[in-house]
């Protein structure tokens, strides 16, 4: 049986809590600045896969209150958003297709439930990155 293969080298299962290694790509505009439920498109370095979340879907360090970062985390509301922002959007994986660090885990994400696909490569576990849901 083969494995998908995190970024730790370590094996990941369905059900497993995930961070996913992420930078920002944009950030929707919103009436509402900032918001926790804005459309925030990231990109897995790793891979440069992207996918499109709501705001409050990442773990994020904290930003300047300001235009450049709309965004509210998932970690007590802090600001982010601005291109090239890391993030760490956090989820349980629910299927898997591949092994190792190319296999495509679907993940199931902490706020807004939508579903999204990456590597498993791109993925850290969730309490690594402070990330327990």
């Known amino acids: 049986m ?3 293969i995190n970024s730790e080298g370590k094996v990941v299962n369905i059900g497993d809590q995930v961070s996913i290694i992420a930078l920002v790509v944009s950030t929707a505009v919103s009436a509402t600045v900032p ?3 804005v459309a925030v498109t990231f990109e897995t370095p790793w891979t440069n896969a992207t996918f499109v979340a709501q705001a409050a879907d990442a773990n994020a360090v904290e930003h ?4 450049a970062h709309p965004a509210l985390s998932f970690n007590g ?3 982010y958003g601005a291109a090239g922002d890391a993030a760490t959007p956090l989820g349980t994986v629910t299927s898997i ?3 190792g660090v190319t296999a495509l885990l679907s993940v199931v994400l ?3 439930g939508a579903t999204i696909v990456v590597p498993a490569g791109a993925t850290t ?3 690594a990155v402070g990330g327990t849901q």
């Open 64 to 67: 300047s209150n300001d235009a």
């Open 110 to 112: 902490v706020t807004s």
């Open 35 to 37: 918001s926790s439920t």
């Open 97 to 99: 297709t591949g092994s």
């Open 125 to 127: 576990s969730a309490s």
């Open 77 to 79: 509301g802090k600001n």
């Open 2 to 4: 083969s494995n998908a």
